[in-house]
């Protein structure tokens, strides 16, 4: 099992930054990628990036492109997505995801945190 736990959400006004964060804890050697996924009310889940746990790999969605960066620490097991000109259409609550395979899709992750709202306003 591994757990996930995100934090930094917030709110923030419209281009502005905001970091989130994902800890990883648990059999973290049996990760190959872990991802960022986001919900808007009424909205399905939606990827946003994700990185490869070894090589660091990236791949962002084309929504955020520019403006989002995935990164990580091994030595902290931690995932981090640096948002700069945030929009409104931003808004949702973001997700942290882990799984063995290299993937956009949701279906593709075994793990996921419970999810950190992030705001923006116009």
């Known amino acids: 099992q591994v757990q996930l736990v995100e934090s930094g959400g917030g709110l923030v006004q419209a281009g502005g930054s905001l970091r989130l964060s994902c800890a990883a804890s648990?059999?973290?050697?049996?990760?190959?990628?872990m991802g960022w996924f986001r919900q808007a009310p009424g909205k399905e889940r939606e990827f946003v990036a994700l990185?490869?746990?070894?090589?660091?790999?990236?791949y962002v969605a084309d929504s955020v492109k520019g403006r989002f960066t995935v990164s990580r620490d091994n030595a902290k097991n931690m995932m981090t997505l640096e948002m700069n000109s945030l929009e409104p259409e931003d808004t949702a609550v973001y997700y942290c995801?882990?799984?063995?395979?290299?993937?956009?899709?949701?279906?593709?992750?075994?793990?996921w945190g419970q999810g950190t709202q992030v705001t923006v306003s116009s």
């Open positions: 990185i490869t746990w070894s090589a660091g790999t990236t």
């Open positions: 648990g059999r973290t050697f049996s990760i190959y990628s």
């Open positions: 995801a882990a799984g063995k395979t290299y993937t956009h899709t949701a279906s593709g992750y075994d793990y």
